[in-house]
């Protein structure tokens, strides 16, 4: 179920919401093969869009220190969790430890380079 955030609440640089941490704490297993954990990655990416974009939460604006002029960031808008940013929460949420990390980043970069991913 996807939380309603107040408009007003404006969180720039939240990329893991509680809905993405318990959906990653259900389907995550350590049985998953690389096609399933790319899967699952790109389900916790439509999470944070679905949230992001329901919700009307904008990035951080910036202003130049030149000209002064101020942007936004559209970093939120076209966010996407990676397999590394996935393992790397996997361990930050208490699910593996940092050995098991270590160990699922050294198999991820091999794989990626097995199969030409750039992700």
């Known amino acids: ?13 939240k990329m893991w919401y509680p809905e993405m941490i318990e959906f ?20 916790l990416s439509d999470i944070l869009f679905k949230i992001v974009s329901e ?8 202003q130049c220190n030149n000209c002064g002029s101020i942007s936004n960031s559209d970093e ?22 940092e050995q098991i990390q270590k160990e699922l980043l050294k198999n991820w970069k091999k794989y990626k380079i097995e199969n030409s991913i750039e992700n």
């Open 24 to 43: 990653l704490k259900k389907e995550w297993s350590s049985e998953l093969n690389w096609k399933s954990n790319i899967l699952l990655a790109k389900q």
């Open 76 to 97: 939120l808008s076209g966010s996407k969790i990676t397999v590394s940013a996935m393992i790397y929460s996997l361990c930050r949420f208490g699910i593996i430890n």
């Open 1 to 13: 179920m996807i939380k309603n955030y107040p408009t007003e609440r404006k969180i720039p640089n």
């Open 55 to 62: 919700n009307n939460i904008h990035a951080a604006k910036f």
